[in-house]
């Protein structure tokens, strides 16, 4: 019972009023062990599911004066004050038109102020009492909303009348399948409530779930599978594992081995590689490539090292590989790897994404190297543009650049090097594009000079462009 109670009482919560769970957002870092509990004082904060404005409509209506007095004092913050003058509406002008609406107000004047259990409990009362009356009221399905985030705090409180309420609408919901980011189906908000639980207490839930194989439980099952990960546990890597081996839809499947990267130790590990070993699905390698490149396992590393340097494995689940290499890890190690292996490559796809992986490590060899690339003559020219752009990204001195301007003979490496020139904030990139505008013997250089120094909001700028016009 305190476990359905705790899972009703949170699904309320989640299910009118906080943002749906984005099953690829970052985990928070201090979510190491079981799922992180939610900040105290968060829980009354204005859902942003109902209304939270009262608008006076009915300047002829007869309780247009205190409506509007209502209202004032809860654009103040007076709640108390607010919920007051809303039911003072209701009891002396029954019939007006704003009647029923300030009843919804009155039961969220007293769910803002919400210092005790008495206030929750007469907005419980004047939501209610709105059903009953004037269950047409414009702010009906508002009330509604409010209705259950109030029952889901007095559960959180202690009362559990309220929360078994809940858990009885929860399993009243079950006419339709949900979709998978039908987040307002009570089943959903469920399991997005078993964030707020310990993993010991929510992984035998999820493990119902994820045995389940009716039609309406894939929605379901794939929600699970993220939140099993979450818990960070080793129970849960052994979960996904079962969910990777017998789950009958690919979708679970395919998310189950992308979230192994947020389950701790070597298991995990071991599974995506023999994911990569035995799989012909092309979308669930990509996901174990990925895995591999978010887990901390320094085996991890060497299989994507591994996968990177393979002639046996197609050339997409390769240039991932080596692209999470510098991305994700980008140690000096991994620096090294990537220069040792950019000459036994031989695809012209591959050395590109290779460049880009290994400009993402800072190092004065990972710098040299990138110089030497653009300098070389016999690297295709394609490659040597990618070198020399990686290298212009802040990873190499501008002194540096402008020196190799003159070394290029090239005529596109030049206007590669003046564009990447004109990206650069130094003055001194200012200061060389200026003097190639002025100076440089080839008229396409100058003109690309000028071009991009056109972008720019100097006065140096305005200054040569005027000496150019009245020439």
């Known amino acids: 019972m305190r476990n359905m109670i705790t899972v009703a009482v949170v699904a309320a919560s989640l299910v009118l009023g906080h943002t749906p769970i984005d099953a690829q957002r970052a985990v928070p870092a ?48 007076e709640y108390g004050r607010a919920a ?128 389940r194989r009716d039609a309406c439980s894939v929605a379901l099952r794939r929600k699970a599978v993220f939140l099993v990960a979450q818990t960070n546990t080793e129970a849960g890597g052994e979960l996904l594992v079962k969910v990777i081996g017998s789950d009958p839809d690919a979708e679970v499947r395919r998310q189950a081995v992308f979230w192994l990267s947020e389950v701790p130790g070597e298991r995990a590990v071991t599974v995506l590689d023999s994911i990569l070993r035995n799989t012909r699905d092309t979308d669930i390698q ?32 390769r240039s991932r590989a080596i692209f999470a290499i510098g991305h994700h890890s980008g140690t000096r190690e991994d620096g090294v790897f990537l220069r040792s292996l950019y000459p036994r490559l031989t695809s012209e796809r591959l050395r590109e994404t290779l460049i880009q992986s290994v400009a993402q490590i800072e190092s004065a060899d990972v710098r040299a190297w990138l110089l030497s690339l653009v300098s070389n003559d016999e690297q295709p020219l394609e490659v040597r543009k990618k070198a020399l752009f990686w290298a212009g990204q802040n990873v190499t001195a501008v002194s540096d650049l402008i020196n190799l301007y003159e070394e290029l003979s090239d005529q596109e ?59």
């Open 84 to 211: 007051e003058l809303f039911r003072q509406v209701t009891d002396r002008f029954p019939k007006s038109a704003y009647a029923g609406d300030a009843l919804y107000w009155q039961g969220f004047a007293l769910y803002r102020r919400g210092s005790n259990n008495g206030d929750l409990e007469n907005a419980v009362k004047a939501l209610e009492l709105q059903g009953e009356r004037y269950p047409k009221a414009s702010t009906r399905s508002d009330a509604q909303a409010l209705l259950v985030r109030i029952r889901g705090e007095l559960a959180r409180r202690g009362d559990e009348g309220s929360g078994r309420r809940i858990a009885q609408d929860a399993g009243r919901a079950t006419a339709r399948c949900p979709a998978d980011d039908d987040d307002d189906d009570m089943r959903i908000a469920a399991l997005n409530a078993l964030q707020q639980m310990d993993s010991d207490q929510a992984l035998p839930i999820l493990r119902e779930v994820l045995d």
């Open 286 to 317: 990509e996901k174990a490539v990925f895995a591999l490149s978010q887990h901390e396992s320094s085996r991890a590393r060497v299989l994507l090292r591994g996968i990177a340097e393979s002639g046996n494995i197609t050339e997409e689940l």
């Open 413 to 471: 490496m030049r206007e590669q090097l003046i564009w990447v020139l004109s990206d650069r904030k130094e003055t001194k990139a200012t200061d060389k594009l200026i003097d190639i505008a002025r100076n440089d013997k080839n008229r396409e250089s100058r003109k690309k000079a000028i071009f991009w120094l056109g972008q720019q909001n100097d006065p140096r700028v305005k200054k040569l462009l005027l000496e150019i016009i009245n020439q």
């Open 30 to 77: 201090n979510r190491t062990a079981g799922f992180a509990n939610r900040a105290p004082g968060t829980e009354l904060r204005a859902p942003r599911s109902f209304r939270t404005n009262a608008e006076a409509t009915y300047p002829g209506d007869p309780a247009d004066s205190l409506y509007r007095a209502a209202r004032s004092a809860m654009n103040r913050s």
